[in-house]
């Protein structure tokens, strides 16, 4: 389990918070203690704002087992620089420490994150909070402390001709599992547009936690840049999801409405000009450079990013966060109690 007490001393240089996080682990549990050390965070986050660097996405591979024909990944150059090795990772992390980096919340991103599960155990017990974004085609290893995002684009057919044959029933399977937290994303774009609503009832079938919607982004460079739907589109694509979310599906769709509404096109425009992910988060590429303006890279067309980071990042701006968390607290807890 991610941040054990145990196997935080794994990491060579151990601060005041981490020897408290531990000693209250013994006391009160790991559950009671992350909680606590969350909400302690978001009260700081609302006196003091979010920290430069509190959340961001790393880029620990450029290696793939898929060649996703939407994917801007492929659209950099990485095939000629090595990646980190597992040591120079742990260096780098240990860097950061030395300059009060925040280590809140991370993203494991690529290439494929979990060919490389070994060091993402290593990498992750420096983060408090730790989601991982995969292509589901691996065996996901036991970390329920581990929030996971599966890339799903579309019904069988769609999926299999963006993402190659074969791994759809792979995905399915090893998405089947009740122990760990699992989400699914689906990107949308001009070929599963129409998919929508099959999706969510598939996923809801094989039980994950919920699903996020994001929109294409175009990407320069990409080989094949047919995916973008077009403003008109994209606005039908938004209202669908509202219509979804409002009338049937409710928090299954993992996004809430004010988000949804931020991506119409007479709003969204600002805000991604505006990108506030951009200017408050880390990315790293696989080199462990400094990524701009975002895991996208530079040659994202952030005008019509479809990325939900920024909208949601956008619509909790000046908001109460420990309200917020301790109103999403409460929720799950009345739900989990009226399902029993
Ligand atoms: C680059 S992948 C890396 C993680 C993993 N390999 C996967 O496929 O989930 C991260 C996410 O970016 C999405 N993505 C790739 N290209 C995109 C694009 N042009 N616009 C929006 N999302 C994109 C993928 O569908 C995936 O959900
Ligand atoms: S979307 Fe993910 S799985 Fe597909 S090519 Fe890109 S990195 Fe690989
Ligand atoms: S691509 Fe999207 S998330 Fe990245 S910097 Fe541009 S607007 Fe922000």
């Known amino acids: 389990m991610i941040r054990e007490a145990e196997e935080i001393k794994t990491c060579p240089k ?10 209250s682990c013994r006391r009160i549990g790991s559950q009671q203690t992350k909680t606590l050390f969350k909400l302690y965070d978001l009260a700081t986050f609302d006196l003091y704002g979010k920290p430069k660097g509190a959340i961001g996405a790393i880029d620990i591979t450029n290696r793939c087992n898929l060649r996703c024909k939407h994917c801007y990944f492929y659209a950099h150059d990485y095939a000629e620089k090595p990646e ?4 120079e990772w742990i260096e780098k992390l240990e860097g950061l420490k030395e300059t009060g980096f925040p280590f809140y919340q991370c993203s494991w991103i690529g290439g494929e994150p979990l060919l490389r599960k070994d060091l993402l155990e ?39 001709a963006i993402r190659g044959n074969g791994c759809y029933d792979i995905i399915r399977k090893n998405a089947g599992r009740n122990d760990l937290k699992i989400s699914v994303s689906m990107v949308i ?36 840049n047919d995916f973008w739907p077009g403003w008109k589109l994209r606005d039908d694509i938004v ?8 009338e049937k599906y409710g928090d299954f769709i993992g996004m809430p409405v004010h988000v949804l509404k931020l991506m119409k096109s007479d709003k969204c425009k600002e805000v991604t000009r505006n990108c506030i992910f951009k200017k408050v988060s880390f990315c790293f590429d696989p080199q ?47 739900g989990k109690k009226m399902l029993r």
């Not at 151990?14 to 000693?23: I, M, N, P, Q």
Request: glycine share 6%; charged share 30%.
């Open 288 to 334: 462990g450079q400094i990524k701009k303006p975002c895991m996208f890279g530079q040659q994202a067309d952030c005008l019509r990013c479809g990325c939900i980071l920024p909208f949601h990042l956008w619509a909790l701006e000046g908001k109460w966060l420990l309200m917020r968390e301790l109103m999403i607290y409460f929720k799950r807890r009345v």
């Open 14 to 23: 151990h601060t005041f918070r981490d020897k408290l996080f531990d000693f």
């Open 239 to 246: 209202d669908t999801l509202l219509r979804l979310k409002e």
């Open 84 to 87: 980190l090795s597992d040591d």
């Open 122 to 160: 290593r990498c992750m017990k420096y983060f408090r909070s730790n989601l991982i974004v995969t292509n589901g085609t691996l065996e996901l290893p036991n970390w329920p402390d581990v929030n996971f995002y599966i890339s799903v684009d579309g019904k069988k057919e769609t999926h299999e």
């Open 189 to 224: 774009n001009k070929m599963n547009y129409r998919e929508i609503e099959y999706f969510i009832e598939e996923w809801k079938e094989v039980g994950v936690r919920g699903c996020l919607f994001q929109i294409h982004t175009p990407v320069k460079g990409l080989a094949n």
